[in-house]
């Protein structure tokens, strides 16, 4: 939701009157729900956060439809959609989902659905879905089904990217951070996971805002990029 506000003065560098212009025309635009409680509690945070979504940015550009699986405000989504043709964020909650459709911009078009990938696969096929500080809230009972789900909703030759917080960062994680977190994984652990349903899986290491190639057992957080989706990689449905 944006709160308009009157125009009263002009800047004294004159490019910077489009600073006014924009307040003007939209008003200031406020953070998502789940953002907010971000800059207020730990305001250096959401400089990791923007820079996660900016690696998955230039990983996926030129994709023509994405979607965001597990996107909270998707206050950072619109990151992504600098590089893509056309994004769609879901997410399980609906608090978030109502949160992001409030802050809905003309510019920046991000529908919002709820919808469990637990349950099943996406309405629909995206040539590229990505799902960040998901996947260590899925219990280990399940993960197979998020992930095949996941696949499921992906085009034949779609890339998946999935970001998580490393098993070995959780000793240093706030305690309001580890308390959701039932399935963080080493990147070993992930890479195996992942390796089930694609043929190449690529494991990057990330330290604060820093993405890199080193020793994933000193990272914080990892990304597995992955391409090549096997045709066999449906695991049997969980409890039947």
């Known amino acids: 939701m944006t709160v308009p506000i009157s125009r009263k003065t002009s800047t004294r560098e004159p490019q910077y009157n489009r600073c006014l212009d924009v307040r ?9 729900l789940m953002t907010n409680q971000v800059w207020h509690d730990d305001p250096r945070r959401l400089v990791f956060v923007l820079s996660r979504y900016k690696f998955v940015a230039k990983m996926l550009k030129g994709r023509k439809q994405v979607a965001e699986v597990g996107c909270g405000d998707a206050f950072a989504s619109r990151i992504v959609l600098q590089e893509v043709g056309a994004l769609t964020a879901y997410d399980f909650d609906p608090v978030f989902i109502d949160d992001l459709r409030s802050r809905r911009s003309e510019r920046w078009p991000i529908d919002g659905h709820v919808h469990d990938i637990v349950a099943g696969a996406l309405p629909r096929r995206h040539d590229a879905i990505y799902s960040l500080d998901v996947i260590e809230h899925v219990d280990p009972s399940v993960e197979q089904r998020f992930v095949t789900n996941l696949c499921a909703s992906l085009a034949d030759d779609g890339m998946l990217i999935v970001g998580t917080p490393s098993l070995e960062s959780q000793v240093y994680a706030s305690p309001l951070s580890r308390e959701g977190h039932v399935n963080c ?13 694609f043929s190449t899986v690529l494991v990057f290491s990330m330290n604060d805002e820093v993405v890199h190639t080193g020793f994933d057992r000193l ?12 045709s066999g990689h449906a695991a049997p449905p969980v409890g039947g």
């Open 24 to 32: 003007d025309a939209i008003g200031l635009t406020s953070l998502g």
């Open 219 to 230: 990272a914080h957080y990892l990304f597995a990029v992955c391409t090549g989706m096997r």
């Open 185 to 197: 994984k080493s990147g070993d652990q992930l890479r195996a996971l992942m390796e089930i349903y």
